[in-house]
Each structure stands twice: as C-alpha cells, then as structure tokens.
C-alpha cells in the first residue's frame, strides 16, 4: 500500500510538470502566429500605395505615349486631307475648264461651222444647177444650129451626142448635190450639234460631280479633325488628371 502511494506521487509529480511544458509549447506557434501577422500587415498596408503609385506612372507613360501617337497620326492625316483637297481643286478647275471648251465648241459650231458649211453645200448646188442649165442651152444651141445650117450628117450627130452628155453629166452632179446637201442638213449637221451639246452636258456633270467630291471631302476632313481633336483632349484631361494625382502622393 505504501510502495503504491509512492509511486503515485512520483508519477504525479513527473506528469504535471510535462503537462504544462507541453501547454506552453502548444501555446507558443500560437503567440508566434500571432505576432507575424501583426508584423505582416503594416508591410502589405505599405505595400499597397507603391503598386498603386507604379501603375499610376505606367498609365501615365502610357498615355503619353499614346497622345505621341495620335499627334503624328493628325500630322499624317492632315497632309492626306491637303492631298485629297489639291487634287480635288484640280478636278474641279479642269472639269469647269472642260465645260467651256465643250460650250465653246457648240457656240462656235452653231453660229459659224454649221451657217458656213450650209452655205458651201449650197454654193455647189448652184454650180451644179448653173452647169446643168448651161448644158442644156448649149445643146439646144445646137440642135437649133444644125437644124438650120446643112452640115454632114456624122458630125452633126457626134456634137449633138457630146451635148447630151454634158448636160446629163450636169443634171446628174446637180442631183448629186442636192442629195449630199440634204443629208449634210438633216443627218451630219444635227449629229454633230447633238454630240457637241453632249459634251456640254457631260462637262456640266462632271462639275457637278466635282463640286459634290470637294464639299464631301471638306466635310469629311471637318468631321475627321474633329474627332482627333476630341481624343487628343480627351488624352491631355486623362494625363492631366494622373499628372496632379502623382503630385499629390
């Protein structure tokens, strides 16, 4: 009884000790966790606005760049707009200068080709009409002079047979003339005033047709210029805006 109460006591005395070491060992992660996280979080607290501040910066570089960018872009657009609106002008200048020439063409046609052409066809109708007439009075000339005069037989006949065929050379020619005068007036004449004046319509659209370029492309370089000049302000407020908050920090 006696040897189970020592030892009892021995194991009692042995056991606790190992208890509470075993306590404060369990306890110690514990108050080191604790304390790490303690020292952890003002780091990440102080962390957080250096990230904040490097991306601010590289949004602001960023940016800059970008407004580079797009004031070379203007630049380039610009001179294509100048290019466009040159080479507009040209065709303008040239579609107006085709419109006279065109208009030029008709007016002259009308009041002095088509009066002299006439009159030149005209002209040959009157020396065709005069040879025929002075065909057919020399032949009777000469019917009536050898009709009263007593002459050989064959020679009569022969300068009768010369005289009608002049004259009926003459009546041919004259009828000749008046065909090709009648096809001068009513089919070459008008055909070629119809083509003159369908060059001055032609001439007409294509002035209009440049005049409608041009203004389109004036608009469309307005609207163009316009726009570019809203993303650079819209750039400048942005860079402005990271400039003063980078100033701040």
Known sequence: MHRATVSFRVLRAVAVPTVALLAVACQAPLVSLKSDKVVQEPNAAKAEPGTELAKKRHALAQKTREREQLTAEQRIAAMAREATAV?????????????????GD????????????LQKHQLDIDRATYQADHAKDELAELVAMYD????????????LKRGRRSLEVAER????????????REHDLPKRERGLQQ???DAEVAVQ????????????????G?????????LEFEIGELQRELKDK
Do not use: M
């Open 148 to 159: 009263a005069d007593e002459f050989a037989k064959s020679t009569k006949e022969l300068v």
């Open 87 to 103: 080479a507009n002008a040209a065709a303008l200048a040239k579609a107006r200068a085709d419109l006279e020439i065109a208009r």
């Open 226 to 234: 316009a726009k570019e000049q809203g993303k650079v302000a819209d």
């Open 106 to 117: 008709l007016e002259h046609f009308t009041a002095h080709e088509k009066p002299r052409e």
């Open 209 to 224: 047709k440049a005049e409608f370029e041009a203004g389109k492309a004036e608009l469309e370089a307005g609207l163009a």
């Open 173 to 184: 020619q004259l009828e000749l003339e008046k065909q090709e005068f009648a096809g001068f």
């Open 199 to 201: 060059k001055v319509t």
